[in-house]
Structures are given as C-alpha cells and as structure tokens.
C-alpha cells in the first residue's frame, strides 16, 4: 500500500511541475482576462493531460524506464527507490513560469544566449510522446533562470523561478533575492547519476514491515562467536540462558526491527565474487513464509576495506555503515537479561560490608526512593540512602556477560568485597581485573560488569550508616 501511494505520489508531483508549467502564468496574471486566454493558448505545448502516465525519464547521466509500479535502470534493470524519486520530484515541482519570452525576439537574440549548454536537459517520456527540458543560466538580478520547453519539435524559452524551499541562509534581503543557491541545486539534479536513485533496501522485494514478525528463525555464526540460533516463533535461543537469566526484550526488538528496515549505503553491481575477503559474519535465515536465505558480511571488497553485504536474494553487494554492521555481530548473550534485581518494590536487603559488618534494611524502591532501619540503633536520618541507591543501580545495570560458576569456595572467599542478599537471593560481589563481578550462589552462574579501575559503589559499612545510638 505504501509503495502505490509513493507511486502516485511521485507521479502527482511530475503532473504539478507540467501542468504549474502550463498554468502558473494564468494564473499570476489574473488583471487580463483576454491575455490569461491567449497565453493559456500559448503554453498549449506544456499541456500534459492527453500525454499518459510517465513511462521513463533520460537526462545525462540518467536513465529510467518503468515497469509495473516502479522504476528501473534501464542498463541492469536495478530498481530505484521510491522515496528519493519523491525527492527528485518534489524539487522539480517547485518551477514555476514568470514569463513566456517572444520567439521572434529570442531568434534574433540567438537561443545560445538563454541556453548556453544545451546538453543540461532532461526528457520525461509518457505513453503519448515525451517532454524535454533544459536548463539555462541564471538571471543576474534575481534567482529566476531561463529555460527551454520542447514538445513535439517546438520550442518554448521561458523565464522559470523555484519556489521549494530555500535551501541557503542570507544576511540581508538582497542577498536572498539574488542568490543561486536553488540554481546550483537544480543544476546538480541535472547531473544526477542512476546510481544515486538506486533502491539500497535488502528487502525491497519483500513486504516486511516493522509491526509484523518478519523472521523465524536465524542462525548466526560470526569471527569471534559461536553459531547459533535465535527463534523468533518462540523467542528463545539456542543455547538457552542459565537458569535464572531471562531474555533482554528490548534487544529481540531492536534487533529485529534493525533487519527489517536493512539498507546499505550504497551497493555494487556487477559483482565480482573474488573480490570479496575475509568473512566476517554468516546468517542462515528463515523468514514468515519459509523463503530462505543467506546473508555474509565480508572485510574487504578488492581493495576496499569496509563491511560488505553478500546476500542469496540478488546479485549485488551492499556497503553497510558502520553502526548497522554492528547487529551482524550480536552475541547470543545480547538477547539474554543478563541482571539480578529484585522483583518487589518493597524488600528487605541484607549486606554484609569488606569488614564483615552486616546489616539489614528495608528498601522502598519507589518514586522516592527510601531506606528504612530494622535495627532499632539506627534511624531513618542515620542511613545514606543515596548510597544503597547507588549499590542497587549496580545490581540493575546490564551486565556484559554471564557465566558458569567455576570458582572454588576459597577462591570467591579471596576476592569478596561483599554479600548481599534480597528476595531469597545468595549473592556475592567480587573483584576481578576491573570487573566487579556479581555471583549468585544458588544458581551457580557469574555476572560480568566492566567498572575499569573504581568501583561504582561504596564497600564500606561507614558510607552507608552515618552513625549508631549509643
């Protein structure tokens, strides 16, 4: 649906710039009845109503031709992408006519001097017959320029403005009035190449939308991982977490909705397969309906270092950016929750400190955060409850891996710095070339968190509780 209405779109564009051709001098000229009648006559040659639907557009370095719903380079039959169609339209739409120069005056002038390069052209081709354009230079006292219409084998020289948005900034009015700014961007849409319409979109040939399950199954092997699987049916992996660690929701989300909307920044065609170097990444996919395929992501594309995108759809390949080759490298463990919280907003917290001293607490995790003594030494006002909160945001935080318990009873000993526990949960925190690790005892597994040379979290009993009652 959202690609017929590009369609028609784009083409509603194309009609404005034709038919604005046609009738904008009408209509700015409303004081003369019988002038509005004879120039409507006049501009006959722009009408574009009996001409059909635009088949195809050559300008010097362009060349589309339409098949079915969309446009297509004529030399490798590559589709181009409906949005930057819709730019290239929207832009045209702009020109509108000021003024239809007298051909007797323009003949003794001498065409030259309104075109003084007549290869800036560009001819739209419609069932009926076809269109060109070219443009000519600019006017040195305003932003308007001239330009020559020919429609079967007649020529119009007409003065043309661009009212689209400006694209420059100005210190003064006159500078605004004069500037060239939209004339240099009008000559640089004539000079566009095919390559820049190219439709960049992996699944172009797909109707995969953010709001559905595009997916399946994937399996992924990458240089620096293991295979294997995420499954999208039932939104699990395989190997599975340990036990206690759930998925990362957020992660499936991103993830998938990243490889819906895939497009590389710009692609290669044709392809020299011996070209491609050093494998980085492989994708085994199984999308919604069953269709299979392959997705590998290589270092080098002959002498280009980069990350390049061969897929089993099509016989291109994509250049990625940098931050969308990242998601070829997930690991399985970024689908998995890898924390310990809580699961009430009020507990009771129990911390043993370095110096052994252990003490419990009542957390009320709330919009306001607070603490609360269960030992009638202490009172509200002698607990640092910015500290506690500090320590909790610790045990929130994502960790960067999950791992066995391997470490004997003496060796976690060694490497304590603390003991908490909550909702039942045995935990230890130690230290580990900076990594502070938290490691649950009941469920025999480690979780990593990188923290570099200072912990983010105070160990000692005095930060916590500013003083006893005697």
Not at 327 to 336: A, G, H, I, M, P
Not at 398 to 422: A, D, H
């Amino acid at each position: 649906m959202k690609e017929k209405l590009l369609k028609h779109k784009n083409l509603t564009l194309f009609a404005i710039l034709a038919l604005g051709l046609l009738i904008t001098y009408i209509f700015e000229e409303r004081s003369n009845r019988n002038s509005e009648i004879a120039e409507a006559k006049r501009t006959e040659l722009l009408n574009t109503e009996k001409m059909g639907e635009i088949r195809g557009i050559k300008g010097i370095k362009l060349s589309f031709i339409k098949n079915g719903e969309f446009f297509f380079d004529t030399e490798n039959n590559l589709r181009l992408s409906q949005d930057r169609l819709g730019e290239f339209f929207q832009i045209l739409s702009g020109m509108k006519v000021k003024t239809f120069l007298n051909q007797a005056e323009v003949e003794k002038v001498g065409v030259n001097f309104y075109i003084p390069d007549p290869s800036m052209k560009m001819t739209f081709q419609f069932v009926k017959g076809e269109m060109t354009f070219i443009l000519g230079k600019k006017l040195d006292y305003d932003q308007s320029f001239y330009m020559q219409v020919i429609k079967d084998n007649t020529s119009q020289i007409v003065i043309v403005n661009d009212e689209s948005p400006d694209p420059g900034t100005y210190a003064s009015d006159e500078e605004y009035k004069k500037s060239d700014a939209k004339y240099k961007r009008l000559e640089i849409l004539f000079l566009l190449t095919n390559k820049y319409f190219y439709d960049n979109r992996v699944f172009k040939g797909f109707n995969y939308t953010a709001d559905k399950i595009n997916f399946k199954e994937i399996s992924i092997a990458t240089f620096r991982n293991r295979k294997y699987s995420v499954s999208f049916d039932t939104t699990t992996t395989n190997p599975a977490p340990p036990k206690g660690i759930g998925y990362f929701e957020e992660n499936w989300v991103s993830f998938h909705s990243f490889l819906s909307k895939l497009e590389g920044k710009s692609l290669y065609y044709p392809v020299e397969l011996n070209k491609l170097d050093e494998i980085l990444s492989q994708f085994n996919v199984v999308d919604r309906n069953g269709q299979k395929y392959t997705m590998d992501v290589y270092k080098k594309y002959g002498q280009e270092n980069g990350y390049f995108l061969k897929t089993s759809l099509e016989d291109v390949i994509y250049q990625l950016r940098p931050e969308d080759a990242q998601y070829f490298f997930v690991n399985v463990q970024d689908f998995w929750q890898k924390r310990i919280v809580p699961k009430e907003k009020d507990y009771n917290l129990t911390v043993t400190f370095f110096n052994n001293e252990t003490e419990m607490v009542k957390v009320q995790d709330r919009e306001l955060f607070k603490v609360l003594p269960t030992n009638s030494k202490y009172t509200e006002t002698n607990i640092r409850a910015l500290e506690f909160k500090r320590l909790l945001e610790f045990f929130k935080m994502e960790g960067s891996m999950v791992n066995e318990l391997k470490e004997s009873p003496s060796e976690l000993l060694k490497k304590n710095i603390m003991r908490v526990q909550f909702d039942n949960r045995n935990l230890s925190v130690i230290l580990e070339e900076n990594e502070a690790i938290i490691v649950d005892h009941d469920l025999k597994i480690m979780i990593h968190h990188y923290v570099g040379a200072k912990l983010p979290f105070s160990i000692k009993h005095s930060d916590y509780f500013i003083a006893a009652k005697k």
